[in-house]
Structure formats: structure tokens, C-alpha cells
């Protein structure tokens, strides 16, 4: 019953920029991280942003100083603000609630860099 479900993926240029939205429905206990991950054709899933329950973030390198994650707890929901795409960006993201216990996965949300 616990659903993640992404919005916001679509086709931008290069340079453009786009908001991933996360909501998150159902009954998820111990919540320990939010985070995004994407996974490019031809390449192996990675991190992209993740964030702790106490707001401490991490990014990997290539998304520092392009993308923002973050997350509103009161609505149950994480976004990440890319800007300056890349065509390297282009990829299926997805969503991640970590949890003690178990994580949960949204669908994953496509995002296309191309001019």
C-alpha cells in the first residue's frame, strides 16, 4: 500500500531545467532518508541526491552545484530542482524512502537532455 509516485520528468534542452517531484502515500515508519537515483541506458542505477530525515544532504558529483534536493515533511514529499541539464543527465529517475527496515521505490519518471 505504501506508493512513491515521481512527477515533473520530461523532454528539455540543454541548459534547461526541470523539478522531480516525490509523494509518498501510505503508512512508512522510521523513515531514515529520502533520496534520488537514476539509471541511464546502457549504465548501472546511481545516487543522485539523498536526504536524511535531519536535513543533512549528499550529492553526488555530478549533480553538485546543478541539483537541489529537498523535502517537506509535512506534505510527505521530496523534490529535486535540476538546473544547467546535461544531455549526460538524460536517464529514468526514481524515487527512494529508506527506512530501518525496508525501502520503497517509485516507478521512476523519465528525464531527456536533448536539444
Known amino acids: 500500500q505504501v506508493q512513491l509516485v515521481e512527477s515533473g520528468g520530461g523532454l528539455v534542452q540543454p541548459g534547461g531545467s526541470l523539478r522531480l517531484s516525490c509523494a509518498a502515500s501510505?503508512?512508512?515508519?522510521?523513515?531514515?532518508?529520502m533520496g534520488w537515483y537514476r539509471q541511464a541506458p546502457g549504465k548501472q542505477r546511481e545516487l543522485v541526491a539523498i536526504?536524511?530525515?535531519?536535513?543533512?544532504?549528499n550529492y553526488a558529483d555530478s549533480a553538485k552545484g546543478r541539483f537541489t534536493i529537498s523535502r517537506d515533511k509535512g506534505k510527505n514529499t521530496v523534490d529535486l530542482r535540476m538546473n544547467k541539464l546535461k544531455p549526460e543527465d538524460t536517464a529514468v529517475y526514481y524515487c527512494?524512502?529508506?527506512?530501518?527496515?525496508?525501502?520503497?521505490w517509485g516507478q521512476g519518471t523519465q528525464v531527456t537532455v536533448s536539444s
Open positions: 527512494n524512502v529508506e527506512t530501518w527496515k525496508v525501502d520503497y
Open positions: 501510505g503508512i512508512i515508519f522510521s523513515i531514515s532518508a
Open positions: 536526504i536524511t530525515i535531519d536535513g543533512t544532504t
